[in-house]
């Protein structure tokens, strides 16, 4: 698992992900794209339950595999598929996750860190 800060992301991407609250949570797992393109779309938007996910600067989490068995709420529409995803590790470096990867989880609101790593995986808080 591998666990990304966007520090300041760009309007584009904040739009592209549907996030529309800070902060936000986002998990993104290995898969290939139905087409194999990484053209990405989702309907999906932050909600008054909290269905949606990042960091204060929209934080996000790649994950190889799902210790939660957590999906996206049935009101999205369409699915989010990223060719890389680039951020600051924990450790705060630059790194870059070569995809492609889709949008199987989120969830916007502050959060204990426990309820992050339930939901997000361990080392996601």
Do not use: N
């Amino acid at each position: 698992m591998h666990t990304l800060l966007l520090d300041d992301p760009d309007e584009e991407t904040l739009d592209r992900w549907s996030v529309e609250h800070l902060p936000t949570w986002l998990r993104f797992d290995p898969a290939p794209a139905p087409d194999g393109t990484a053209e990405t779309s989702s309907s999906c938007t932050a909600q008054a339950d909290g269905k949606a996910s990042a960091a204060d600067s929209a934080g996000m989490t790649a994950t190889e595999d799902d210790p939660t068995g957590a999906a996206l709420p049935e009101a999205c529409s369409s699915t989010l598929y990223e060719d890389e995803l680039r951020g600051l590790s924990a450790g705060g470096e630059q790194i870059s996750l070569p995809g492609p990867w889709v949008l199987t989880h989120r969830r916007s609101g502050a959060l204990p860190k426990h309820v992050v790593e339930r939901e997000f995986g361990p080392g996601a808080g």
